[in-house]
DNA sequence: TAGGACTACAATGTATACAATTATTCGTCA
DNA sequence: TGACGAATAATTGTATACATTGTAGTCCTA
């Protein structure tokens, strides 16, 4: 709070871009008209061609064929490969700590968020879910740090930031889903058993663990948008995935 | 060459700047000067600043704490495992194609540069080597493009433009490896294996065949820097290396 | 009326001027 | 002599002016 942070005019736009896209105030496939968007996120073109490029390189946007950007469109399936993607690598990273033994400072902070997740999720019926999130978005950067490998850590962050692929990006939204209690005790089950892998130095386990954690964050997705995609609206980011 | 390519100056500045890195230009760490490296690649700050921005996000470049870029500073283990990770990542796309069915046509694309591949290395003596590097380089994009899937095939593209991590990366200077022949021939056997695997439909299989094919050049590399680091000098990219 | 070319306009790409920040040097004081 | 600090230089970040490229509309012609 202290700390008065310095956000430059690029990082501005960066985040005002993207919040809007997000909320869904484009069409996907919109061009972007850069004098226009430059006003209404109070900067100049300098810094929103440069949040424009940030935002292809994370998948937000594309460029059009003939100068400038478009909104990228997405359908379903693409994000539920963004979110294969994601388990394919954090499954990597899960097995890599496990084969090169974790740092112990490491494990032993995951074992306390494993703890706090448990907590707030202890109580079926009144359930610390704002806890919950926060926790579970900890544990998965956790996972990223474990193998001690900059590329492994940089590369699955990436991932992490494509349109919906991030461990968090829907969870809020679970309620949303029919059996979800089940779903989120089922997934803190698989949170431990993840570490308890890496602890043992169980890679193959560590890595089937982890992908099917990401696998099912991508049925509840599917299953949300293909079978109640009247609820589905609530998903902050789904502006990107074209209706049909 | 008829077609004069127009190219942009932020284009022009990414590749040469690229270039000047990958040949050793400056050491690793280097700040960049913007005037200065302007001025040397013919053109002004602004697409220089672009070209930065792109090298950021390969990998080649990082942000200094206080503004600017350094030149990244790579060890032999963080170039394993981009390639790790690219293996990891080629054998979802072989996995995917081999689940979901891949596009015939592009099969038969596959059993057509596999005939090529075979033939550039019959003869043992006498190796079209030049051949064999342009045709497994084509034979990897197939491999992207096989799911089916934009987001697969991007995201494998780019872990492919890590540094040292795309399956060209130093393969023309596997002739510094001693059994350069038997690992040649094992590599068109992987090749032969992944395709087949995903014609038959047999995802583990091609999933863990393009592992391993891999890390048969992730070894060769290893060997390579390790054992033989004087020859490794010839490697273009090892430049990144910090020599230790 | 359809097609093509020319013209005017609008949007992007590039260069440069300017502002703000960071690094450096020199001087002074302990 | 060493350390702190102010002045200054150097460098990056931002805005804007300019050049170039793409686009659309209109008018002319076949």
């Known amino acids: 709070m202290s700390k008065a942070e310095r956000v430059s005019q690029a990082e501005k736009a960066t985040i005002g871009l993207r919040s809007l896209i997000m909320e869904g105030a484009f069409h996907p496939n919109t061009r972007l008209r850069e004098v226009a968007l430059a006003e209404r996120l109070g900067t100049s073109r300098t810094p929103l061609r440069q949040a424009m490029d940030t935002l292809v390189a994370e998948g937000l946007l594309e460029r059009a064929e003939s100068g400038g950007c478009r909104v990228t469109s997405l359908d379903i399936d693409d994000i539920c490969d963004s979110i294969e993607l994601r388990g394919v690598i954090e499954g990597t990273a899960a097995r890599l700590a496990a084969e090169r033994g974790a740092d112990p400072e490491l ?17 079926p019926a009144n359930i610390d879910f704002p806890t919950y999130v926060r926790l579970n978005g900890k544990f998965h950067n956790l996972l990223a740090k474990l193998p ?42 698989q949170h431990r058993a993840i570490l308890e892998a890496i602890r043992d130095g169980e890679g193959t386990r560590a890595e089937s663990v982890a992908r099917e954690h990401a696998r ?6 599917a299953f949300l948008t293909k079978a109640e995609p009247h609820l589905a609206t609530r998903i902050p980011g789904l502006a990107l995935v074209t209706s049909e």
């Open 107 to 123: 494990l032993a902070q995951g074992e306390a968020l494993l703890e706090g997740l448990d907590r707030s999720v202890a109580e």
């Open 148 to 189: 001690g490998s900059a590329v492994i850590q940089r590369e699955l962050e990436r991932v992490n930031r494509l349109p919906l692929a991030s461990p968090t990006a829907f969870l809020r939204e679970q309620d949303l889903v029919p059996d979800f209690m089940r779903s989120l005790i089922r997934a803190q089950g």
């Open 216 to 221: 099912l964050a991508r049925n509840n997705f």
